[in-house]
């Protein structure tokens, strides 16, 4: 298993930005496919992005597309998630996990929390 340890969440106003960063333990982090996660209260978990190991393709929801960036250094065994134009309806608690050889995300970090005013 693998720690993860999400911060860089905070308040910000509509039209700011944050940069989330994720710091995975053990030595294997550069092996697998990263993903960030967000769920707002009453709504289910969504999936937001993700970089691939291999050849750090990214994936995003239409939702964030060309305002989010996922990024990470294998150097550092970090994640990061730029986030820009940030918008009321992007606030939740913001989850980075790993994706599994079999597809599945099995290991998730406790979360940090984003709140963006209008």
């Known amino acids: 298993q693998v720690q993860l340890v999400e911060s860089g969440g905070g308040l910000v106003q509509a039209g700011g930005s944050l940069r989330l960063s994720c710091a995975a333990s053990?030595?294997?982090?550069?092996?697998?496919?990263m993903g960030w996660f967000r769920q707002a209260p009453g709504k289910e978990r969504e999936f937001v992005a993700r970089?691939?190991?291999?050849?750090?393709?990214?994936y995003y929801a239409d939702s964030v597309k060309g305002r989010f960036t996922i990024s990470r250094d294998n150097a550092k065994n970090t994640l990061y998630l730029q986030m820009n134009s940030l918008k009321p309806e992007d606030t939740a608690m913001y989850y980075c996990?790993?994706?599994?050889?079999?597809?599945?995300?099995?290991?998730w970090g406790q979360g940090t929390q984003v709140t963006v005013s209008s």
């Open positions: 996990a790993r994706r599994g050889t079999t597809g599945t995300y099995d290991s």
């Open positions: 053990g030595r294997t982090f550069s092996m697998y496919d």
């Open positions: 970089i691939s190991w291999i050849d750090r393709s990214t």
